[in-house]
């Protein structure tokens, strides 16, 4: 009988998922779900872009004018386009090309940057 008890004690020792692991996947699970649809929904559209190299503005320019800006350094160019109200990078001479691939952008908070370039385009106010 003693075994019997032994076996069953490690069976449930061996046990991979408990119920609490699975009450706590689900509620995390619902807080992120949560954390998401709050982000989603407070998404406030932009009417500035920024454009900052080394943490200074170098140019402010509006969401409502279709226009593309040239950024040059010594480091390299960028070229930031703005059309339809949304902004990105069109092209960059930065080896690995991150900020050309990335999405457009058109809410307040969103950015596209150029590591190489130190250059910052980002959605304000």
Do not use: Q, W
């Amino acid at each position: 009988m003693n075994d019997d008890i032994k076996n069953s004690d490690k069976l449930n020792e061996n046990k991979i998922i408990t119920k609490r692991d699975i009450i706590f996947i689900i509620s995390l699970l619902a807080v992120m779900i949560v954390i998401i649809l709050f982000m989603h929904f407070n998404k406030k559209t932009g009417y500035n872009v920024r454009i900052s190299a080394d943490g200074k503005t170098i140019k402010t320019l509006s969401l409502d004018k279709d226009e593309k800006y040239v950024f040059e350094s010594d480091k390299g160019y960028n070229i930031v386009v703005i059309k339809d109200k949304e902004v990105y990078v069109e092209e960059a001479d930065c080896p690995d090309k991150i900020c050309v691939n990335h999405k457009k952008i058109s809410n307040i908070g969103e950015t596209i940057i150029c590591l190489p370039h130190k250059l910052v385009v980002e959605i304000t106010e």
